[in-house]
């Protein structure tokens, strides 16, 4: 009798070896786009300094302190200090965590219902597509950052509110994306064979249409983040989103804005040089991904 030996499981360093092989020609456009790889730098930065950010900070982004009031740049304090004599680096550095949460979470959000609306309005079409897609016209109807404004007055400022806010504005885009891209590829070849195999309208869609669908969704993604950290910081500096004393680069430009006429121009200017570098990467990125991994700009 012939001894069966069980099935070895591949290793992660396996897995990862099969990926970058399948990838390597993806991998390789982007190492010859060095504007690409600047918002890849600068992304990877901006992410590694709010995932270390109580060991980065200098000092304790809370902490008032009389004496160090307003001063400028120097090398106790390299940003300076507010009007209550917190550190601006520190306070910058915990801004950095608390904004890349928001909009990852807030993006993450609108991606994961987005495209099961989209998949499901491009797939079922009729009437429960047509419900679908009216009720995200009368999102779109409104302009995205007014709509955000009254959800935040009606729901209350706070993290949690300004991610839903920022996530409900953004599930249009994605779902029309999608929608656009099931309606093209629901016809293939690839979906006729699995509907003569037998497989389910929800297996075709989860496990055929979406993988097969999702490039763009991942480019909409990029380019959406940038669009979340604006809204993020747009909403806490008209004082509906973040509050002070939490560190958000909205609110610290915002509370900078007063004292740029006396000559304190670093209270508002690095929070916001480092969010405008933040929102540059992952446009260089968002840019660079759709150049990769659409087969007609290759060329």
């Known amino acids: 009798m012939d001894q069966v030996y069980p099935l ?9 070896k099969v990926f970058m092989r399948r990838y390597d020609f993806e991998i390789y456009l982007l190492r010859r786009n060095p504007v690409t790889l600047l918002g890849l730098g600068i992304i990877v930065l901006v992410t590694l300094i709010a995932i270390f950010a109580p060991i980065l900070a200098p000092y304790d982004p809370l902490a008032l ?8 740049p120097s090398a106790v304090h390299w940003m300076g200090t507010d009007d209550y004599g917190r550190d601006i680096l520190s306070r910058v ?3 950095t965590r608390l904004d890349m949460v928001i909009a990852t979470s807030a993006v993450s959000m609108a991606m994961f219902i987005g495209v099961i609306l989209g998949a499901v309005a491009g797939f079922f079409g009729g009437i429960i597509g047509e419900v679908i897609m009216r009720i995200l016209d009368v999102i779109q109807a409104f302009p995205a950052f007014i709509l955000a404004m009254a959800l935040a007055v009606s729901l209350g400022s706070g993290k949690m509110t300004i991610i839903y806010v920022v996530a409900f504005i953004m599930v249009p885009i ?3 994306l999608m929608r656009s891209e099931i309606l093209s590829a629901r016809g293939r070849g690839y979906i ?35 669009y979340a950290i604006l809204d993020a910081a747009a909403l806490s500096f008209i004082g509906l989103g973040i509050r002070p004393p939490e560190a ?22 690095f929070p916001g040089l480092v969010m405008a570098i933040a929102i540059l990467g992952f446009n260089l990125l968002a840019d660079g991904m759709r150049d990769v991994l659409d087969p007609k700009l290759r060329s």
């Open 8 to 16: 070895k499981r591949p290793s992660i360093w396996h897995v990862i």
């Open 93 to 95: 550095i915990y801004a």
């Open 192 to 226: 006729e064979a699995a509907h003569c195999m037998g497989a389910s309208e929800m297996e075709i869609i989860f496990k055929q249409l979406i993988p097969n669908c999702i490039t763009p969704i991942l480019v909409q993604f990029a380019l959406s983040m940038s």
């Open 174 to 176: 994605f779902a029309r």
């Open 248 to 269: 958000e680069w909205g609110s610290m430009v915002n509370a900078g804005v007063g004292y740029i006429t006396s000559g304190q121009l670093w209270l508002s200017v």
């Open 65 to 72: 302190t009389s004496a160090d009031r307003l001063m400028g």
